[in-house]
């Protein structure tokens, strides 16, 4: 057998392309397309290909103001204040492409799924899903999780909205898995999807009962699993030490999906740490149908937020937790917030308790560290350029280091130093 014969393997090829500065799981993608057209020379072009396809920056030298293929108008950016992206135009073969081509693809990899698509936030999605795959027909919720999400978001509202029927099933407390099933096996039932709700912003303890997707999966039509928060793996491999102790019993996507969810949706801008944008991931024909559905053009996000997506996801393929605002302050050691907070050189270093907020693991706290100054400045530190906002805890002004940028240390400082003069 001659040396020439015999492929390299798919990693080795991944490594090697190291260099194009993309995401190990798209390497390897690349790797094994290459090998698999039995050309594995081809590697490095199909890398560079991949790494085009993403949407960038690009100049529009075509006099056309607001250039459709080019995202319209220009947003801020590059030399002149101005720029252009390729948002919907297909770099390769210069024709029309889709917007929805990056981010979600890129989600969807990060988290197991099939397929992902964007919309503007996780209410847009859940009514997009509701519309476009149970309109007219009954969708199954347990009592217990008919909630309202905030800012009057309320899932009967929601789904009297999408045209589909709600069938409630179990009680407040207790639902169980004979309650879906005698709902979906009713005479003259007619059951499009059976919805799950994440109680995301309060907690029923006590004498409660839930059914798990992984038990609802199979009860027959397709299990949609509205988890909110957005947090990708509950394993996070972006994070070095693993997840945080905080982290609790969040349910996560691609867990939720293996466990026998149709669809899940979720916000971008909770755990997921991105920009305001919803997530429909799952199976492939669901999420098509929800992409070709005419409330789709009606809720989908533009090129700022796309784009700001696409950087969420890339770095969540890199495993660079670090790299995400969000979970780099979440998980920075007390210690360091302790040293900031000595540093500071005003006021006086104190424990405190971060939260996650937004809706997202209520009762968690997340041991932090920061500085206290006796009264209640919050008025004038929010009257400083920039403003500070700070928390007042008994008489007592604090700020907490763990969501103050490093950077904003020295302004922090000066502003408690102005605020606590005599
Ligand atoms: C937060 C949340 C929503 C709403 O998400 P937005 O992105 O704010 O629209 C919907 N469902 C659940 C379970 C949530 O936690």
Redesign the pocket.
């Known amino acids: 057998m001659s040396e020439t014969a015999r492929p390299p393997s798919v990693d080795a090829l991944a490594r090697s392309l190291a260099g194009t500065g993309l995401p190990q799981p798209m390497l390897v993608e690349v790797a094994r397309a290459a090998i698999a057209a039995g050309d594995p020379a081809s590697a490095l072009r199909r890398a560079a290909a991949a790494g085009r396809s993403l949407l960038q920056p690009v100049i529009n030298a075509t006099g056309v103001l607001l250039h459709t293929n080019l995202g319209r108008a220009p947003v801020p950016g590059a030399s002149d204040g101005t720029r252009y992206s390729n948002l919907e135009l297909d770099l390769e073969d210069g024709r029309r492409g889709s917007r929805q081509d990056r981010a979600g693809p890129l989600l969807a990899r990060a988290c197991g799924a099939e397929r992902a698509l964007v919309v503007n ?4 999605a ?1 009514v997009l899903v509701l519309a476009a795959l149970a309109r007219d027909r009954d969708v199954v919720v347990s009592r217990g999780e008919l909630v309202e ?2 800012g009057g ?1 309320r899932i009967p509202e929601v789904l009297a909205q999408s045209g589909a029927r709600l069938v409630e099933v179990g009680t407040t407390n207790r639902t169980r898995l004979a309650d879906y099933r005698a709902a979906v096996q009713a005479p003259g039932a007619d059951v499009g999807l059976v919805l799950k ?2 109680a ?2 309060y907690r029923i303890s006590g004498f409660t009962e839930t059914v798990e997707v992984a038990a609802l999966a199979g009860v027959g039509p397709p299990v949609v699993a ?4 957005g947090l990708l793996d509950a394993a996070t491999p972006w994070l070095a030490d693993g997840p945080p102790p905080w982290l609790a019993n969040e349910p996560a996507a691609r867990q939720t999906l293996a466990g026998g969810a149709a669809l899940v ?1 979720f ?4 755990l997921l740490g991105g920009p ?1 944008a ?1 997530i429909v991931a799952g199976r492939a024909d669901l999420v098509a149908a929800c992409a070709s559905h005419p409330l789709a053009r009606a809720l989908r996000p533009g090129s700022l937020v796309l784009g700001a997506l696409q950087e969420t996801a890339l770095a969540y393929l890199r495993r660079d937790g670090a790299a995400i605002g969000f979970w780099r302050m979440a998980t920075l050691p007390v210690a360091d917030l302790e040293a900031r907070a000595a540093a500071l050189g005003v006021g006086r270093p104190v424990a405190c308790a971060s939260v996650t907020g ?3 693991l209520p009762g968690v706290e997340i041991p932090s560290a920061g500085v206290a100054v006796e009264g209640d400045h919050r008025a004038a530190l929010r009257a400083r350029t920039p403003p500070v906002v700070a928390r007042v805890a008994e008489g007592v002004t604090v700020c907490d280091l763990r969501t103050v940028a490093p950077a904003d240390d020295a302004e922090l400082s000066a502003a408690l130093a102005a605020v606590a003069r005599p």
């Not at 936030?121 to 847009?124: D, E, G, R, S």
């Not at 509205?226 to 928060?229: K, W």
């Not at 916000?267 to 909770?270: A, F, I, T």
């Open positions: 936030n996780c209410a847009a859940v999400i905030g978001f709700v994440h995301s912003n509205d988890i909110g928060s949706t916000s971008g801008d909770k305001q919803g937004g809706g997202t």
